[in-house]
């Protein structure tokens, strides 16, 4: 319940239960989705670190990522 909550459900103590269900699976999802776009993120930073030529790919992501 606390992970609806958290997420922008402040009703959830009244979904019935397969909506319960459905919810935290969408959350689940996204959560993933961040957490793996957070990671290469982290793959492109040590990879511009490693090589000069991925730098570039580096700095046309972060760009692509805050509108710039």
Excluded: C
Excluded at 6 to 17: K, N, Q
Excluded at 26 to 54: C, E, F, K, P
């Amino acid at each position: 319940m606390s992970l609806l909550l958290a997420s922008g459900h402040p009703d959830a103590w009244s979904y019935p239960l397969g909506m319960l269900q459905d919810e935290v699976g969408l959350i689940h999802q996204r959560q993933d989705r961040q957490t793996a776009s957070s990671m290469n993120g982290m793959y492109m930073a040590v990879a511009a670190l490693l090589d000069s030529s991925a730098v570039r790919t580096f700095n046309d992501r972060i760009k692509e990522l805050t509108n710039g």
